[in-house]
C-alpha cells in the first residue's frame, strides 16, 4: 500500500514561478524523502528530512515536515524548464524493515518557458 | 564511474513467458530494492534484500521471483503467473540504513504482448 499522498497531482506554472506540492503519510516515520523522476527516466534523490527536523534547505528547494500533522511539504523556488517532472514522497516508517520506503502518487510538474 | 544499471531498457514479452531484468550495482551497497511503476502511479515495492543471499517479499511479490548470490547483482524474473506484467522496473540500492537515501537505475520497461 502506498504511504503517502500527494497533491496536487499535476502543477502547470511558467519559468520563474514558484512551485509548491504536498505530501501526507499515515504512520510515524524515521525520515521522509523527495525524489525527482523525468519522464521514462529512474528516480532522483532530492532531499531527506528527519523526523526530528522542521525545515530543510537544498539550493533552490525548500522541505518543510509537519509531524504531528503528517505532512510536508516540497517548494522549488525560481523554477526553471528543466525542472519539468515528477516528484514523489517517500517515507521511511519507524515499524517497517531496515531501509522500505513508501512512496506516493507523484505531483507532475509542468514548467513552461 | 559508480552507478546502478539495468538491462534491457525494452522487453517484449509473449504471455505465458517467463523473463529475467538484470540489475548490478558498482557502489558496494548492501541493500537492493525492485519497485514496479504503472502509469501514473507511484512506485511499488515487489521484494528487497539486505544482504547477499537473504531476500523478503515487498508488497506485491506474487509472479515474481529473485536471487541475490552476489553483492552486485539483484536478477527480477517475471513468472507467467504474474497476471498483469506490462509496466516500468525500478532497482534500487542503498548501504542499507534506514536514514538513507536509495539510488536507483534507468528502469526496464516490459511489454507483454
Known amino acids: 500500500s502506498q504511504q503517502g499522498e500527494e497533491d496536487p497531482q499535476a502543477l502547470s506554472i511558467q519559468e520563474g514561478e514558484n512551485a509548491t506540492m504536498n505530501c501526507s503519510y499515515k504512520?510515524?516515520?524515521?525520515?521522509l524523502q523527495w525524489y525527482r523522476q523525468n519522464s521514462g527516466r529512474g528516480l532522483v534523490h532530492l532531499i531527506l528530512i528527519r523526523s526530528n527536523e522542521r525545515e530543510k534547505h537544498s539550493g533552490r528547494l525548500r522541505v518543510t515536515l509537519d509531524t504531528s500533522k503528517k505532512s510536508s511539504s516540497l517548494l522549488i523556488t525560481a523554477s526553471r524548464a528543466a525542472d519539468t517532472a515528477s516528484y514523489f514522497c517517500?517515507?521511511?516508517?519507524?515499524?517497517?524493515?531496515?531501509?522500505?520506503?513508501?512512496f506516493g502518487a507523484g505531483t507532475q510538474v509542468v514548467v513552461t518557458p | 564511474d559508480g552507478g546502478i544499471t539495468q538491462s534491457p531498457k525494452y522487453l517484449f514479452r509473449k504471455e505465458g513467458q517467463n523473463v529475467t531484468l538484470s540489475c548490478e550495482q558498482n557502489l558496494n551497497h548492501d541493500a537492493m530494492y525492485w519497485y514496479r511503476q504503472d502509469p501514473g502511479q507511484g512506485l511499488r515495492l515487489i521484494y528487497y534484500s539486505q544482504i547477499v543471499n537473504d531476500f523478503q517479499k515487498g508488497d506485491i511479490a506474487e509472479g515474481y521471483s529473485v536471487s541475490r548470490e552476489k553483492k552486485e547483482s539483484f536478477p527480477l524474473t517475471v513468472t507467467s503467473a504474474q497476471k498483469n506484467p506490462t509496466a516500468f522496473y525500478l532497482c534500487?540500492?542503498?548501504?542499507?540504513?534506514?536514514?538513507?537515501?536509495?539510488?536507483f537505475g534507468p528502469g526496464t520497461r516490459l511489454t507483454v504482448l
Open positions: 504512520t510515524s516515520i524515521n525520515n
Open positions: 517517500a517515507t521511511a516508517s519507524l515499524t517497517d524493515s531496515w531501509g522500505k520506503l513508501q
Open positions: 534500487a540500492s542503498s548501504n542499507g540504513q534506514l536514514i538513507n537515501e536509495q539510488f
